[in-house]
């Protein structure tokens, strides 16, 4: 059974930094693309980082390049989200998803999905 568990959200001050960490059991995550999303209140689901099977390649949203950083570990079947410089606007759902297409941040285009954590950048 493929499964996606997220992990490491929480509530964090403005300034703040938070790891999250995409673990993946039931397939090999190898050959997947993984992408991290996000989803606030009222608003639609919007690509936020992704990254290549190697690791090589990545892909950025305007809203977090800089700030954002995406990493792999293969031999964990992991992949990881470091954000720092978190801003209220940060404040979502996060989501990490496989594909077996190209680093693109559209949502439409991933297969296999997470169920979420919570992250809240709040004073």
């Known amino acids: 059974q493929l499964q996606l568990v997220e992990s490491g959200g929480g509530l964090v001050q403005p300034g703040g930094s938070l790891r999250l960490s995409c673990a993946a059991s039931g397939f090999t995550l190898d050959y997947y693309v993984i992408g991290w999303f996000r989803q606030a209140p009222g608003k639609e689901r919007e690509g936020v980082s992704c990254i290549g099977s190697s690791g090589g390649s990545t892909n950025y949203a305007d809203s977090v390049k800089g700030r954002f950083t995406i990493s792999r570990d293969n031999a964990k079947s992991t992949v990881y989200l470091q954000m720092n410089s978190l801003k209220p606007e940060d404040t979502a759902v996060y989501y990490c998803?496989?594909?077996?297409?190209?680093?693109?941040?559209?949502?439409?285009?991933?297969?296999?999905w997470g169920q979420g954590t919570q992250v809240t950048v709040s004073s």
């Open positions: 998803a496989a594909t077996g297409w190209g680093t693109t941040l559209q949502p439409d285009e991933y297969d296999y």
